[in-house]
Each structure stands twice: as C-alpha cells, then as structure tokens.
C-alpha cells in the first residue's frame, strides 16, 4: 500500500506559478503509476497528467500540456506538478493518485489510493 499527502497549493494570480508536491509512503513507489487529477467546483474530477513507472508522461486536455509539467522523484518517493502560467479555469481541488503497475490510466477508478487533495484557487 501507499499513503499520498499533497502540499504546495494556495492562492495565486493569473500568470503566476505553483510547484505540487505529493509525498508517498510505503514500499515500492518507483513500481507505481502516477498521476494528478483536479476537481473544480460542481465538476467531476478530470485526468490531469500521469507518469509511468518508466518516466514516460501522459497530459490530459490541451490547455495544460505546454503549462503543466509533471515529475517525480522516486529516491525521494516525491511526485510533483510544476504549474505555470496558471489560468483561472485552473482552480480546483488538485488530487494525487497511484497505482501499481506501469500502464497508463486516465480515469479516477483506475486508481486505488489517493490524497486528501490541495486547493488551488487562481484569481483574474
């Protein structure tokens, strides 16, 4: 099993910067796909980008593939969202999530464990 906590949200402007931090507990991280989702107010929570156990990344909607980077650090079982340029449509409840295996997965139930999630609010 693995343990996911998120750090690093907070309230930005438009154009600014956030780095997500997703720190894992447990055995085994670097066997694990990981991913970050987002959740907006009154939506359902979408794929945002994921990284295979390999290092191979996947990004979700066009709007974040040139802003969003995604990363990890497996000697340091840390997994991170380097957000820039950030949009108002970015706010939301950001979700770290894990799977083991190194497939790519894009939908939330393929996922077994979960963060608690970090908000992430941009102001116009």
């Known amino acids: 099993q693995v343990q996911l906590v998120e750090s690093g949200g907070g309230l930005v402007q438009a154009g600014d910067s956030l780095r997500l931090s997703c720190a894992a507990s447990?055995?085994?991280?670097?066997?694990?796909?990981m991913a970050w989702f987002r959740q907006a107010p009154g939506k359902e929570r979408d794929f945002v980008a994921a990284?295979?156990?390999?290092?191979?990344?996947?990004y979700g909607a066009d709007s974040v593939k040139d802003r969003f980077t995604i990363s990890r650090d497996n000697a340091k079982n840390t997994l991170s969202l380097q957000m820039n340029t950030l949009k108002p449509e970015d706010t939301a409840i950001y979700y770290c999530?894990?799977?083991?295996?190194?497939?790519?997965?894009?939908?939330?139930?393929?996922?077994?464990?979960w963060g608690q999630g970090t908000q992430v609010t941009v102001s116009s």
């Open positions: 447990g055995r085994f991280f670097s066997s694990y796909t």
């Open positions: 999530a894990a799977r083991l295996g190194g497939g790519v997965y894009y939908t939330d139930s393929d996922y077994g464990y």
């Open positions: 990284i295979r156990s390999s290092g191979g990344t996947t």
